[in-house]
């Protein structure tokens, strides 16, 4: 038994010999990727400097001018994304008003200087397929232009007293919209890019119209608030039925607000 | 009968221990690791992809024994670790921070490609772009086949004989080339990912 005991401790010796001698060669070499996956928000818009509406005419006053596809908007986004416009002015004349640089004639007291940045009309090419989740009347500016006589506030533009703050769930968004519920459709555009759309729409391009339709007089019956449930004509605003916009040089400017729903 | 229980159970664990040296040297030259930074900063990134030829190159040295050794062969193998250890999830990338909210999903492995080619194709994978499910998976560059052993010079599939990349670049030199296609649909972020490339005898 000794005997045997000792052949056993000799053959395991043995054993862990040859077990730790034979270790496999190996080398190893190792590559670290780091991605950096930046948000991107690109608009790239193609617009003249400065869209002019000159009103010479007494045509002009009674059908408005329109700029068709003035502004060409087109979107490159790697993160979900809502694009609005908003109406805004230095302010000078009154917050939310357009900036009155000089006045035609003398000034008549019917004649008002406080012109709302929400006479400017705006449609759009392609429809909000990221408005299901809005709660107003008009969820975009795709409607088409209403006929001179029919009062419409379907596109007139998104104002808030002249600040950049984006639309709510009531007012218009050109994409996206309010809320952040993470279901594609209801209230953002999923990310992507107008350079690999096909087909003769695309949710990342837009062209935008520009009309402005003074009337006669010129009261600008289209204004509206926000959420275009309220007129904002220049009678309405300053109850006096006699009142209309004075003659004179005016300017304003359109921001087009990009940013990810969030 | 003791005995021959006990030479039974020697013949066993030898077989079981059977990896034994049979070449000299075996080594990836240099072995230091390399740190590859991709950013992605703009639209034409996210659509087109980012693609680095040579992100590395392995050149391998295998020496036989000074007795010459007919067993002596190699294979080479890439694996894929996300730190899952630390609870990376099989299938993504490790997340070393998010951009903004983090609301949508990390990025997945499968968006890395790796592509392995030398002149002579010895990879039975060469010059094919290869992705990834999951940390799990490796990639045979130089399959593992004992007793079939293919001598350098011959400029075929699969060299695993003794060799140099100073004698024999075409069969002992691997370019690595990755390709990143994250799209548009994960979070924006910075994540890491380490691809191991593992040398050894047969």
């Known amino acids: 038994m000794k005997k045997n005991l000792k052949f056993l401790l000799s053959t395991l010796a043995l054993v862990g010999f040859i077990a730790t001698s034979n270790a496999q060669l190996i080398d190893e070499k190792d590559v670290a990727v780091t991605l950096d996956l930046q948000p991107v928000l690109q608009l790239d818009m193609t617009t003249a400097n400065q869209l002019e509406f000159v009103f010479d005419d007494i045509n002009e006053y009674y059908a408005g001018i329109t700029q068709y596809a003035a502004t060409i908007l087109k979107v490159s986004s790697s993160v979900s994304w809502d694009l609005y416009a908003v109406g805004r002015s230095s302010g000078a ?45 008009f969820s975009d500016y795709s409607a088409a232009f209403s006929a001179n006589g029919v009062v419409s506030r379907a596109n007139s533009l998104y104002v808030n007293g002249g600040a950049i703050t984006p639309p709510t769930a009531n007012d218009k968004y050109i994409a996206g919209h309010f809320g952040t519920s993470g279901n594609a459709g209801q209230d953002f555009m999923p990310g992507g890019s107008y350079l690999t759309q096909t087909g003769t729409t695309s949710d990342y391009y837009y062209a935008i119209d520009y009309r402005i339709l003074p009337g006669l007089p010129a009261i600008f019956p289209n204004a509206g608030n926000a959420d275009g449930t309220v007129a904002q004509d220049i009678v309405t605003t300053t109850t006096n039925a006699a009142n209309y916009a004075e003659p004179g040089v005016y300017t304003m400017y359109v921001q087009y607000v990009l940013l990810e729903d969030q | 009968m003791v005995k021959k229980v006990i030479s039974l159970l020697f013949v066993l664990c030898c077989k079981n221990i059977s990896a034994q040296n049979h070449c000299g040297l075996v080594s990836i030259v240099p072995n230091t690791s390399v740190n590859q930074i991709v950013a992605f900063d703009d639209a034409t990134k996210y659509i087109g992809g980012i693609t680095i030829n040579s992100v590395t190159r392995i050149r391998v040295i295998v020496e036989d024994k000074t007795i010459p050794d007919p067993l002596c062969s190699w294979n080479l193998k890439m694996f894929i670790e996300n730190n899952s250890g630390a609870g990376t999830p099989l299938n993504e990338w490790e997340e070393v921070t998010n951009y903004g909210n983090g609301a949508g999903s990390n990025p997945t492995i499968d968006l890395l490609e790796v592509r392995v080619r030398n002149a002579c194709a010895t990879s039975p994978h060469n010059n094919i772009f290869r992705s990834f499910n999951d940390a799990n998976e490796i990639l045979e560059i130089i399959r593992e086949e004992i007793g079939n052993i293919v001598s350098a010079g011959s400029c075929t599939t699969n060299v695993n004989g003794p060799g140099s990349y100073l004698t024999n670049y075409d069969e002992f030199n691997f370019d690595i080339d990755i390709r990143l296609n994250p799209g548009v649909r994960f979070n924006p972020g910075i994540y890491n990912l380490n691809i191991r490339f593992r040398l050894e005898e047969n």
């Open chain 1, 93 to 137: 004349t009154a917050a939310g008003f357009w900036d009155q640089q000089i006045d035609y004639g003398t000034n008549n007291a019917n004649a008002i200087d406080q012109l709302p940045l929400s006479l400017l009309e705006l449609r759009q090419s392609q429809p909000n397929n990221g408005d299901g989740g809005a709660t107003g009347a």
